[in-house]
């Protein structure tokens, strides 16, 4: 009986971990996705840079608060 909650308490903690794990990599590459680009349309049209910029910032920055919003849910399931 104990062995087996303690089976299913180390299975919540993997999946815990492994779903903050998953928003961690989705974060990165969407970030990196968008660096690429903004660097993509910089050098299209400098011009605007300043303006792409600050849309990069913006966008990256709510990908990361959904990324730890991931990471914190994920660890709330476990306890």
Same mark, same amino acid.
Request: charged share 15%; net charge neutral.
């Given at each position: 009986?104990i062995?087996?909650?303690l089976a299913?308490? %180390? @299975?919540?903690?993997f999946?815990?971990?492994?779903g !903050?794990?998953? /928003?961690?990599?989705g974060? %990165? @590459?969407?970030i990196g996705?968008i660096?690429g680009? !903004?660097m993509? /349309?910089?050098?299209?049209?400098?011009?605007?840079?300043?303006?792409?910029f600050?849309?990069?910032?913006? /966008?990256?920055a709510l990908?990361?608060g959904?990324?730890?919003?991931?990471?914190?849910i994920?660890?709330?399931?476990?306890?």
């Open positions: 009986m062995s087996t909650l299913i308490e %180390g @299975i919540a903690k999946g815990a971990a492994v !903050a794990g998953l /928003a961690a990599i974060a %990165g @590459i969407g996705r660096g680009q !903004a993509d /349309a910089m050098a299209r049209q400098p011009e605007v840079m300043n303006k792409l600050t849309n990069m910032i913006v /966008a990256a990908i990361e959904v990324a730890l919003f991931a990471a914190v994920a660890f709330l399931c476990v306890g």
